[in-house]
């Protein structure tokens, strides 16, 4: 994942991930038949990783609100570290990385709504919410890459922008 988080899309290659490992092409080969085999594993794993394991993490906390902000802490943390989300969202049109950044996207989306819900929205609004909600978050993800120092002041304005009645 750091050679898709470093250099996108293209640079999950099997030359270069056996040269970063210190293998050879045939072990790469040995595991993986070829490169959309490759890409497939590396996306589905940033899917877990970056999704389902967050939101097992984020359910620790007692309150929606509580998770709400646990969970926009966690994700813009993740996003310093090299954004691997603006790596697959630039790839969006790639046979591989398509289906599984949609199904990943529609999963957050999934997920947020239930903690509006949880807030007490109606659905409707739950799932509006849920959508602005993730549009602030890839927009965020967006400016961390360049503003990161007006990104992270925001965090608690925008919990409170998102739930208010």
């Known amino acids: 994942m750091t050679s898709l988080a470093e250099g996108g899309v293209p640079a999950v290659a099997i030359e270069p991930i056996a040269a970063r490992a210190g293998a050879t092409k045939g072990s790469v080969y040995h595991h993986f038949a070829n490169r959309d085999a490759l890409l497939q594993a ?10 389902e394991a967050v939101i097992e993490l984020v359910e620790a906390e007692e309150t929606p ?15 310093r ?11 969006a049109d790639d ?10 996207s529609e999963r957050r989306i999934e997920y947020l709504t239930e ?14 919410r849920a959508v602005l909600a993730y549009s602030v978050y890839l927009g965020q ?12 002041p925001l965090l608690d304005e925008v919990v409170q922008v998102l739930t208010r009645d």
Do not use: Y
């Open 141 to 152: 993800v967006q400016m961390m890459a360049t503003l990161p120092e007006l990104v992270e």
């Open 65 to 79: 609100l509580g998770r709400l902000r646990v969970l926009f802490g966690t994700v813009l943390d993740r996003s």
């Open 115 to 128: 903690l509006f819900a949880g807030l007490g929205f109606p659905p409707d609004v739950a799932h509006r």
């Open 42 to 51: 590396t996306v589905e794993r940033w899917e877990r990783e970056h999704t």
């Open 95 to 104: 046979p591989v990385v398509a289906p599984v950044l949609k199904r990943v």
């Open 81 to 91: 570290k090299g954004s691997i989300e603006l790596a697959l969202h630039n790839a």
